[in-house]
């Protein structure tokens, strides 16, 4: 009898291979129940996750048109669409507001008086999880017509740009509507932008 050399000996190994890897997957396939489940949990968590994405997409779609189009063109009325009408806010300085009409929105139109050019530019960064939003704002404007500042005085306005980063974290209630919204940016840059302070 012929000795087999080892390199003839090898494709007979992979054919042996290959023929008890399909055999044990022949015996787990004699199970579908318990594979089939396996599927079938994991195609709920695939849904699940789709549908989360297209939640957060559509959150973050509603940013993109309250900060370009209704705040950068003060339509006050449209907030609604995207903020619940108790919405809790949360400011830089430790003050909230509860509620959009006229505590928050009340908030927002200041800046507009002494600087009517300003605009939300461009999103530096949006996404979110779950019922959480958050959106990175580039916001620009000029210190251009006095700011009023009670008894009929005002400050002056010095004509100088500013440009900062605002970051919005938003909370999502189940009627699709932001129900807290926090804002974060950095004050004290901004007055030594306008020249109020140094």
């Not at 012929?2 to 022949?26: D, N, Q, W, Y």
């Not at 909230?96 to 505590?103: A, E, M, N, R, S």
């Not at 974290?169 to 004050?187: C, I, Q």
């Amino acid at each position: 009898m012929k000795r087999m050399t080892k390199t003839k000996a090898l494709p007979e190994l992979f054919i042996v291979a290959v023929v008890l890897t399909f055999a044990s997957c022949g015996a787990n396939m004699r199970t579908p129940s318990n594979l089939q489940s396996k599927v079938d949990s994991l195609q709920n968590e695939l849904k699940k996750l789709t549908d989360e994405r297209a939640v957060t997409a559509l959150r973050l779609s509603k940013f993109d048109s309250l900060d370009f189009d209704y705040y950068n063109n003060q339509k006050w009325d449209k907030l609604a669409l995207s903020h619940a009408d108790n919405i809790k806010c949360y400011y830089p300085d430790g003050s909230t507001t509860t509620g959009l009409y006229p505590q928050h929105i009340d908030q927002l139109k200041p800046i507009f008086l002494f600087a009517p050019d300003t605009k939300c530019k461009t999103h530096a960064a949006r996404f979110g999880s779950g019922e959480w939003t958050c959106v990175i704002e580039e916001v620009e404007g000029t210190f251009s017509r006095p700011i009023p500042i009670g008894n009929g005085k005002t400050i002056a306005p010095t004509g100088k740009h500013f440009k900062f980063s605002l970051a919005t974290v938003g909370h999502w209630g189940p009627d699709a509507k932001m129900n807290e919204e926090y804002l974060f940016w950095d004050n004290q840059s901004f007055m030594k932008q306008i020249g109020l302070t140094k």
